[in-house]
Each structure stands twice: as C-alpha cells, then as structure tokens.
C-alpha cells in the first residue's frame, strides 16, 4: 500500500533500447531462441510426395537434434550429421545448419562448436555459412564458463579468416550476449575494442549497455563510460540516453541530479519528451513531493509537451499519496476532458488515499463509480480497500468485500490478509479468520509459513491482550 502499483508503464520501455531487426542478419542469430523447425521442401509431385518430403526422416532429424542436445559428444555429433545428409534426399538449407548448430553449442564448448561447423562445410559442400552462422559461435562464446574474452577473440577471429569481417549486428551479439549473463564489465571493455578495430556500436546497442551499466555500477563510473565513447569514438548520448540516465537518478531518488541532467539535455538541443516528464514526476511522486510533481506537469504542458495516460495516473497516485486526494479528484476530472479514459490504476491510487485519509467508505463508492463506467477493477483495486475497510473497523464491509473477492477467485495480498485477519481475531471472530486463513492457502495467495506465521502471531497477541484485560 503505497508503493507505485506495478501496473504502472515504465518510463523507459524496452521498445526504446531494443535493436530493431537488421535485414543482412538472419532471424536464427537472436539467442537466446528455441531451435526453429526443420524445413524440407517438397516438390510438387504429388507422387512422390511422401517419399521427397522426408517424412520419416524428419522424425528421425528432430531425434537426432534432441539426443544432440543432450550430448557433448563432437564425434557423436559428426556422425549424426553424416547420417542425416546421407539419408535426406530433399536439400538441406541455412536454417537447418544454423539450427542444428545452434542445438550443439547450446551443450557442447567452442572449440567443438567450431570445429562442429568445419565438418558440416566439408561434409556437405552446398552448404555455405553466411554470417548468422558465426553469429550462432560468437554469442555461445560469450556464454562460455572461462571468465576471460579469449574464447570471444578466437571466435571473432575464426569469423574474420572465412571472409565476415564485424559489424554493428556483430557488436550487437556480443554486448547482449555478455549482459544477459552479467559480463558487464567484459561488455564494456569489448565494446571499446571492436570500435577501435572493427565497428562502433549504434545508437540503440550503446544505450542497451549504458542501461545494463546503470543497474550495477555508480553514477561515475557511467558518466566515465559515456565520455570516453564520445571522445574516442564519437558516440553521442542521444535522447533515450539521458532518458534511461534520468530515470536510474529518479530510482535512486537523486531528483537534484535528474533535475541537472534535464538541463544537459535542453543544452545538448533535444526537446525532453513526454517519457523523460513521466520520468522525473515518478521521481518526485515516489518521496510524496506532490507540489514539485504539479510543477513538473505544468512545464511539460508550457513546453508543448502533450500528458498522457501515464503521465496523469502518476500525478494522481503522488497526490493520493500525499494526502491530496481532493486535487488528485481534480486531475482526474481533467484527464477525462482531455480524452483519456481512467483505468484500474487511477481509481486504485485514489482509493489508497481516501483509505489513508480514512475515507474507506468514499473509496467503496469510488469502485461502483468505476464499475459503472465499465472499468474492471483488478486485484490490487480490490487488495486495497480491503486493507482500507478493515484499518477504518468497517469489517462487514470489508466481510463483503472478501466474499465477492473469493468468489471471483481474487488472491489475497500480504497486507490485506495480515489486516483482515487481525480484524477478525480483534472482533473475536477467530473462526473466520481461520476460513481466511484457509483461502490464503488453497488460492495461493501466500505460502503456507507466511500465512500460518501471520495468523499465529495474532492469536498470540489477542491472549496476551485479554491476560492483561485491554481493551479489543
């Protein structure tokens, strides 16, 4: 209760430092991805179809991949191959090579990878890597277990003796590949070297790092890295890189900073967008600092810069809260004028603040406002004026509100069961509290010990309280 629901969009969505598919690199280089199916073409025949198709020896080359997939073995693996080309009367193209590969070096290592592909080129000479091929190598190599690049070197250079010099879309594989299993620092120093000897990062693999940097290293430590890639290499922060640097200081609650790095970026002459306001007003609503959260939005209106739906559901939630749930009221009468619809997430927001102020039964009506507008509430939308009904001793409500809830099949969350059954042990309805305790269970809402814990430590209080006559 209180935290910025999850349902809240992202500043920065993914969409945003995602590398867009390149049409020079096939589809198969992207890792991690499931081996794609096998393809053999038929030939229009309608005779001969069954026996071109390769219909039993498709069956035999999915189980040929799978027991592959389970063995390191090189020969093992050579022989395999030597046996599907002998048996496959239809041709085998690129994606089954790449795909056969890239089952092989998801257990093999890269020596044997490689030398894997060598015999495949030997074997079967219609069969010509393309640079997806090495791309399948080079991000196993990244994966490998030896904690230095030099299984990545042998690779890039294996990858430059048959004629595919690195690219961006190589840059790319290697940085993703060496973040997703926490290389960052491997990444950086890589990145570094491939823009000196073979290409420099675009713009959407430099701020993919700059994010992964940003998760696990000071604020120094990124700035350093920006800078020394703008002196050397000419890489320049663009938008979405003061963006993702404004929202790592907004997390860490360094509003000054974010404050700073606006101005940078109105210097550097780009106009701040309406992911950079949400940005920083999700910053300043996080310590309930609803003034500078209005300040925010009245700039980004004066700077042009039209609100959205996200922009409106964080203003209304710092107010709410704040504990201004009369101008959160406001806002969101001026968010439906200017065509947006309120969802789950704004009437939620409103009702934790009315519950916050004690208004329990003001958030009640809220939720039949909201369903009457065809609005479905969702399961924190119910979690929280469960919680809010019970902390205001409206237990009946609160009663009615579990029933229709568990009737729905709603799942409990921690605070509104803890709450709930405390209210009932207070109330001396103990044996209700029991059936809560039960549901909690059997929907899963908490594990066993959480729920047992829970309820065993408020039946402890309620007899310590009546051995010492208080008041329930």
């Not at 009640?364 to 009904?389: I, V």
């Not at 409990?412 to 549901?439: H, I, K, P, Q, W």
């Not at 269970?441 to 814990?453: G, P």
Request: glycine share 4%; with cysteine.
């Amino acid at each position: 209760m209180g935290k910025i629901p999850p349902s809240f969009r992202p500043a920065i969505t993914y969409s945003l430092v995602k590398k867009p598919p390149l049409t020079e690199v096939s589809s198969s280089i992207q890792t991690p991805t499931p081996i794609p199916p096998l393809h053999f073409p038929k030939t229009s025949s309608k005779k001969n179809d069954d026996k071109l198709s390769g219909k039993p020896q498709q069956s035999k080359q999915h189980s040929a991949i799978q027991t592959l997939l389970e063995s390191p073995d090189l020969p093992s693996a050579k022989r395999i191959f030597n046996s599907i080309v002998a048996t496959t009367k239809a041709t085998l193209d690129l994606r089954f090579h790449n795909a056969l590969l890239q089952s092989y070096a998801s257990v093999s290592t890269v020596p044997d990878s490689i030398s894997l592909l060598q015999h495949m080129v030997k074997t079967n000479p219609e069969f010509s890597p393309d640079r997806s091929t090495y791309h399948i190598l080079l991000s196993q190599s990244c994966r490998a277990p030896d904690s230095s690049l030099s299984p990545v070197h042998q690779t890039l250079n294996f990858m430059v003796s048959n004629g595919f010099k690195p690219n961006q879309a190589t840059t790319d594989i290697v940085i993703r590949s060496l973040c997703e299993v926490g290389r960052v620092d491997d990444a950086v120093e890589l990145v570094k070297e491939m823009s000196l000897k073979h290409s420099p990062p675009d713009s959407f693999t430099f701020n993919f790092l700059l994010k992964c940097l940003c998760k696990c290293r000071t604020l120094s430590t990124v700035y350093g890295f920006i800078e020394e890639m703008k002196n050397s290499f000419g890489i320049k922060p663009d938008l979405v890189t003061y963006t993702i640097l404004i929202d790592n200081v907004c997390t860490s609650k360094n509003l000054r900073e974010a404050t700073r790095l606006l101005g940078v970026l109105n210097e550097c002459g780009f106009k701040p967008d309406c992911f950079v306001y949400n940005t920083i007003m999700k910053g300043y609503c996080m310590l309930s600092r609803g003034s500078e959260a209005i300040e925010v939005f009245n700039k980004m209106k004066e700077e042009g810069v039209e609100p959205d739906l996200v922009t409106y559901n964080t203003l209304i939630f710092g107010l709410s809260k704040a504990g201004r749930v009369k101008e959160a009221r406001k806002y969101l009468d001026i968010m439906v004028e200017k065509g947006h619809f309120p969802d789950a997430v704004t009437y939620t927001s409103l009702m934790n603040g009315m519950c916050r102020e004690g208004n329990a039964l003001g958030a009640l009506a809220l939720l039949e406002e909201m369903q009457r507008k065809s609005c479905s509430p969702n399961s924190c939308t119910y979690n929280t004026l469960l919680h809010g009904l019970c902390k205001c001793r409206l237990l009946e409500k609160g009663i009615e509100l579990y029933r229709e809830m568990k009737s729905a099949g709603i799942k409990l969350e921690t605070a509104s069961y803890a709450t709930l059954v405390r209210t009932l042990c207070r109330a001396g309805r103990v044996a209700e509290a029991y059936e809560v305790f039960d549901y909690a269970i059997e929907s899963k809402s908490l594990t066993d010990v959480a729920a047992y814990t829970t309820l065993e430590s408020t039946l402890k209080w309620l007899k310590k309280a009546k051995e010492q006559g208080h008041a329930l």
